[in-house]
């Protein structure tokens, strides 16, 4: 098992910069990727490998990973960036799927 | 581009068997690279990866429902399943049939909302 602990809640005011961590024990020896989950609907990836965006994710969004942290950071925030994330790394022995638990971005 | 979609009942009796299946439209169903594979999301909760299964019909669970769970796949039809045994009401959530490539779960399907009544 490997466990992934972020923020159960990250605020910031509309055009400033949110930071979402995801700690886990050296994380930097993993891949770590990040969803954009918003109400209703399933989750999305905005950042894969660390720091690499998916074709029509923003560039607002990027993802960093050092040590036992894991960083996404999300500049110029807008409403429309209100939604829960999630960090992910991937077991490649067994397969197995590890998410954090979490963080609820609020736009204040 | 990959679709999936999940179908399957929307509400299971409590000790009854879980069953879902996801249908896959795109070209990617026999890569190698890809697996197959299912999560969930109880009510106001965070997402809990279930396990995976290769084309080739390996599957892979998570230790923590490996007892319950059952995934198999058939090619013919691009469709793979789900099948969780002995549920209880813990076991109410969204469930999601998704792709995975390269550790990135990289296509999700809508989502299913299966509930356990007692």
């Known amino acids: 098992s490997y466990v992934l602990t972020q923020p159960p809640s990250v605020s910031v005011a509309p055009g400033q910069t949110a930071r979402i961590t995801c700690e886990g024990n050296?994380?930097?020896?993993?891949?770590v990727h990040w969803y954009q989950q918003k109400p209703g609907q399933a989750p999305v990836v905005v950042i894969y490998?660390?720091?690499d965006r998916p074709s029509g994710i923003p560039d607002r969004f990027s993802g960093s990973n050092s040590g036992n942290t894991a960083t996404l950071t999300i500049s110029g925030v807008d409403a429309g960036d209100e939604a829960d994330y999630y960090c992910?790394?991937?077991?490649?022995?067994?397969?197995?799927?590890?998410f954090g638990g979490g963080a609820k971005l609020t736009v204040l | 581009q990959v679709q999936l979609q999940e179908s399957g009942p929307g509400l299971v009796k409590a000790s009854d068997t879980l069953s879902l299946t996801c249908t896959v439209s795109?070209?990617?169903?026999?890569?190698?690279?890809?697996?197959w594979g299912w999560s969930r999301q109880p009510p106001g909760k965070g997402l809990e990866w279930i396990g995976s299964?290769?084309?080739?019909?390996?599957?892979y669970y998570n230790p923590s429902l490996k007892s319950r769970v059952t995934i198999s796949i058939d090619t013919s039809e691009k469709q793979y399943s789900l099948k969780l045994s002995s549920v209880t009401a813990a076991d109410t959530a969204v469930y999601y049939c998704?792709?995975?490539?390269?550790?990135?779960?990289?296509?999700w399907g809508q989502g299913t909302l299966v509930s356990v009544s007692s």
């Open positions: 490998f660390d720091s």
């Open positions: 050296k994380i930097e020896t993993k891949r």
């Open positions: 299964i290769s084309y080739s019909g390996t599957a």
């Open positions: 795109g070209d990617s169903f026999s890569y190698s690279g890809n697996y």
């Open positions: 998704a792709k995975l490539e390269g550790g990135v779960v990289d296509n």
């Open positions: 992910q790394v991937w077991n490649t022995d067994n397969k197995n799927v590890f």
